[in-house]
Every structure is written in structure tokens, then in C-alpha cells.
């Protein structure tokens, strides 16, 4: 069954220091995804993009996030200056259509801000 | 706006005891809804999912969850529970935005289950 790829698993950097998560969507997807979980709580959706551009990101996704699918297979979330509260799982998803057919998460990457 | 509530935040059931798990959904029109499972420091596995039709929707691991419109429910269920069942368990519904949708999650449920 095809699945969506995150690299790394676990990612710990230093607060201030930038972070790229890195996903890779089942290859006929369209509609691409990230979502947060602090350790805890609820998965909160942070960004969509569709057609090479953002469509919809919600007010945590602030300026110091970036996506980006650099080269047709990958897609990428960047945290430019990493905060301490940054700390979380942080899931890529993809889908097929707008109406999330075929809605699939990665296995997350736990980034960890120290 | 779209919003889920799972009322529970913790469930305990004996091991081969039944489990229902509540969802409420908040959403205007009919809603595309989602039961995922996480087991900790994992990611999220899709149990079932109900976009239309029979309001009965099976899913993997011998859940099943109703649709009830007339509550705005979506309660997930289990007649039989085994240990590796323990969980936490979330809801979801999806909203929509400008034409462009994303999922919303409830708080989750955790479950535990007793020998």
C-alpha cells in the first residue's frame, strides 16, 4: 500500500538553529499537508498546499514557517529560527482530491528543541 | 467553524469488555468524519472513515463507527476489547475553507485496558 515518507524520525536541534522536515507524498497526490502534535495534545493543522502554492495555513504557521516541494517528490516544512515550544511531532499528509480521498499521514517526525 | 469534542479523555475497560467512544462534530452540512488510532510516540493510523452512504461504516481492527446525524455523532465502538486496543484515539472531521479542506481533530480519548 503506498505511503507517505518522513525523514528524519526524530530530529533534536538547538534553539535559534533552523530545521527542514522532510516528506515525501504518495506519488499521484495533489493536495499535501503538515500537521503539529504537542506532546499531549491534539493534532493541529498548520499549512496546505496545492498547485505549488499555500492554500490554506493556520495562525501557528507564522513567518518563521516555510514550505516548500522543491522538486516534484519531496515537500518540505522549515522552521527558520527553532523555539523552544517548536518541540513536537510534526505530520506530512497527502491526498488525492480536494476532498481528502485518499487522505494519508506519514509516520511524523519529533523534533526536539533544546 | 467546524469543530470536534470527544467528552472523554480517559476510558479504562476490562479486556474483552465492549467499548464505545464518544465524537461530536460541529459542521453545517454532512460531514466527511475520521476515527485515527496512535499508539504512543507513533504516528496515526486511520481506523474508518465516512463520507456517505450507510451510516454503519466498518473499519480495521474490528472497529465500527455510526454516523447520526440527528446527534451529530460519530461514536466509534468495539464489541470486544483486547489489550493491544490500548491507545489513544482521535476523531476528526473536515473542514472546509475557501474551497481548500483540512482535517480537525478532537482532544482524543486514551485508552486503557485491564487484564
Known amino acids: 500500500e503506498p505511503e507517505v515518507t518522513q525523514t528524519p524520525s526524530h530530529q533534536v536541534t538547538q534553539m535559534g538553529q533552523e530545521v527542514i522536515l522532510r516528506c515525501v507524498p504518495i506519488s499521484n497526490h495533489l493536495y499535501f499537508y503538515w500537521y503539529r502534535q504537542i506532546l499531549g495534545q491534539k493534532v493541529e493543522f498548520l499549512v496546505s498546499?496545492?498547485?505549488?502554492?499555500?492554500?490554506?495555513k493556520s495562525e501557528i504557521f507564522d513567518d518563521q514557517f516555510s514550505v516548500e516541494r522543491p522538486d516534484g517528490s519531496n515537500f518540505t516544512l522549515k522552521i527558520r529560527s527553532t523555539k523552544l515550544e517548536d518541540s513536537a511531532m510534526y505530520f506530512c499528509a497527502s491526498s488525492e482530491s480536494e476532498t481528502l480521498y485518499g487522505y494519508t499521514f506519514g509516520s511524523g517526525t519529533r523534533l526536539t528543541v533544546v | 467553524a467546524q469543530s470536534v469534542t470527544q467528552p472523554d479523555i480517559h476510558i479504562t475497560v476490562s479486556e474483552g469488555a465492549s467499548l464505545e467512544l464518544r465524537c461530536n462534530y460541529s459542521y453545517g452540512a454532512t460531514p466527511y468524519l475520521f476515527w485515527y488510532v496512535q499508539s504512543p510516540g507513533q504516528g496515526l493510523q486511520l481506523l474508518l472513515k465516512?463520507?456517505?452512504?450507510?451510516?454503519l461504516v466498518q473499519g480495521i481492527k474490528g472497529f465500527e463507527a455510526e454516523f447520526k446525524r440527528s446527534q451529530s455523532s460519530f461514536n466509534l465502538r468495539k464489541p470486544s476489547v483486547h489489550w493491544s486496543d490500548a491507545a489513544e484515539y482521535f476523531c476528526?472531521?473536515?473542514?472546509?475553507?475557501?474551497?481548500?479542506?483540512?482535517?480537525?481533530f478532537g482532544a482524543g480519548t486514551r485508552l486503557a485496558v485491564h487484564p
Open positions: 476528526a472531521v473536515v473542514g472546509f475553507s475557501g474551497g481548500y479542506n483540512k482535517l480537525i
Open positions: 498546499f496545492y498547485n505549488n502554492e499555500i492554500s490554506e
Open positions: 465516512y463520507f456517505s452512504g450507510d451510516t
